[in-house]
Nanobody, 124 residues
């Protein structure tokens, strides 16, 4: 599986962005998809994940109520709609694909494939 993330950019605090991650391969629908982010000098942190059937979604507490993860298996793409952005959301955002169990769904070790990252910068 190859992943290509896009949609990052510069936005003012309170604004919105929608990230997209297009996947290659015919098994996209069988993977759990996730977004992680990494700020300068910090570790890569979990943001959101969505199971293959889109029946279950998971969010880091700081994203709940502001971010929405979704997927369209017909076009092998996962999205992250980010609203009410804050300066602390500034990071490189990575999409990931894998088959994590419930205890690893928020961990980077639960994912086998990674996109190249897209920069999100939120100005105050």
């Amino acid at each position: 599986v190859q992943l290509q993330a896009s949609g990052g950019g510069l936005v003012q605090a309170g604004g919105s962005l929608r990230l997209s991650c297009a996947a290659s391969g015919r098994t996209f629908s069988s993977y759990t998809m996730a977004w992680f982010r990494q700020a300068p000098g910090k570790e890569r942190d979990f943001v959101a994940a969505i199971r293959w059937g889109a029946s279950n979604t998971y969010y880091v507490d700081s994203a709940k109520g502001r971010f929405t993860i979704s997927r369209d298996n017909a076009v092998s793409t996962v999205y992250l709609q980010m609203n009410s952005l804050k300066p602390e959301d500034t990071a490189v955002y990575y999409c990931a694909a894998g088959r994590p169990i419930i205890t690893t769904i928020t961990r980077s070790t639960g994912y086998d494939y990674w996109g190249q990252g897209t920069q999100v910068t939120v100005s105050s």
